[in-house]
């Protein structure tokens, strides 16, 4: 025979304790009766069970992030200048970058942006990945930031870069793939809508205008890029405005306003990857 919870027992006692001292008082052996079923309902109620985490728009996204260059370039010309093999012509493995008239370096400002992006976009639940680990080494090659994004295959991958032209021109633009008969032929469609999704946020959300002097309405192809031709996932390369242009300069060394561009280049991300 199975024995009784302790918790019953004990309401056995109470209806035995209330009808002894109540005899034939109904309300007294109502009351117990009222205790007795207060006990067996506390014992089989469930445990609430814990509300599940809201889902994040990206969640399951993966993206890479490309800062341009590296802080430590300039150290190493011979490893920089190597020639690696874009498919459609030789190249130097990467470059130094431009930088402001007053030093302001290129490489700083992608490593900057690129790591606002990275808390941004991973607060929205995506998985991102960048090609360089620091600000203060070398490369890697252009043909290895390729490889980075295929390897993760990434839902879409970005290049952050800005511009070294001649002072008086202004304004960003987004480059996106040609077909080369290269790896990138089959995403060179999805990268066009990726670029287009990033041109109009990065618009809105910066107030910057078109570029005056590459491209159509901010949009420009090419087939040169190593980071382009090698990518078997969609991808862009972003270049955010003009270095030498005295008023995009002094905004690329706001941290604000590099905020305003990480944020504008995280919807961008995700406008495409929602459609």
Not at 38 to 56: G, M
Not at 215 to 226: E, N, P, T, W
Request: proline letters at 6%; charged letters at 20%.
């Amino acid at each position: 025979m199975r024995a009784l919870p302790a918790s019953v027992l004990a309401v056995c006692g109470l209806i035995a304790t209330a009808c002894s001292g109540a005899g034939s008082d109904g309300a007294a052996a109502g009351q117990a009766a009222q205790a007795a079923n207060a006990a067996t309902t506390s014992e089989q109620a469930p445990v609430p069970a814990k509300p599940e985490a809201a889902a994040k728009p990206l969640d399951g996204k993966v993206i890479v992030i490309d800062p341009g260059h590296n802080g430590g370039n300039y150290r190493a010309p011979k490893a920089v200048n190597r020639k690696v093999n874009v498919l459609t012509k030789w190249k130097p493995c990467d470059t130094t970058g431009t930088e402001t008239n007053n030093h302001y370096t290129e490489a700083a400002f992608t490593w900057d942006v690129s790591n606002r992006m990275l808390k941004i976009l991973k607060s929205r639940g995506a998985t991102v990945k960048l090609t360089r680990a620091d600000n203060d080494s070398v490369g890697p090659c252009i043909t290895q930031r390729a490889a980075i994004g295929n390897k993760a295959k990434a839902d879409a991958a970005i290049s952050v870069h800005a511009d070294g032209a001649g002072p008086a021109n202004h304004g960003f633009h987004v480059i996106m793939p040609k077909k080369i008969n290269g790896p990138v032929d089959p995403v060179v469609g999805k990268s066009r809508q990726l670029g287009v999704a990033v041109r109009d946020s990065f618009r809105k959300g910066t107030g910057l205008p078109y570029s005056t002097y590459i491209g159509s309405k901010a949009l420009d192809y090419r087939s040169d890029l190593g980071g382009l031709n090698l990518s078997s996932v969609p991808k862009i390369f972003v270049e955010c405005g003009n270095m030498r242009n005295a008023a995009e300069a002094a905004k690329f060394q706001d941290p604000k306003f590099r905020q305003r561009i990480a944020l504008a280049l995280a919807n961008g991300l995700q406008h495409y990857l929602e459609a």
